[in-house]
């Protein structure tokens, strides 16, 4: 299944974007799905991720509450609303294949393009 990412771009500090990634194929059969960030300061780190039917959620104790991952199967569709975004939140955010946890993020090879969020006022 290949990943598209869309949705990023420059927003003032406070501001929001709506991440998307369209998949090639049936997200459902691929189970559980994942949002991570490249940032200069903290390299790889996982955001969420989501079961196959979208019951059931996780996410690192420090991004809890900041944003919410969702997925949308009839679609082949996943979702991470950002709010409340920060300059610290600047980098790179890829969906991907696959659960992660902390401080463990899905293989690379699973990952999407990628699509770029720059906080700055």
């Known amino acids: 299944v290949q990943l598209v990412e869309s949705g990023g771009g420059l927003v003032r500090p406070g501001g929001s974007l709506r991440l998307s990634c369209a998949a090639s194929?049936?997200?459902?059969?691929?189970?559980?799905m994942s949002w991570v960030r490249q940032t200069p300061e903290k390299g790889s780190e996982w955001l969420a991720t989501i079961n196959d039917n979208g019951y059931h959620t996780n996410y690192p104790a420090s991004l809890k509450g900041r944003f919410t991952i969702s997925r949308d199967n009839s679609k082949n569709m996943l979702f991470l609303p950002l709010n409340g975004l920060e300059p610290a939140d600047t980098g790179a955010y890829y969906c991907a294949s696959g659960p992660g946890r902390a401080q463990v993020v899905p293989p690379r090879r699973l990952w999407g393009r990628g699509t770029q969020v720059t906080v700055s006022s």
């Open positions: 194929g049936d997200i459902f059969r691929v189970g559980a």
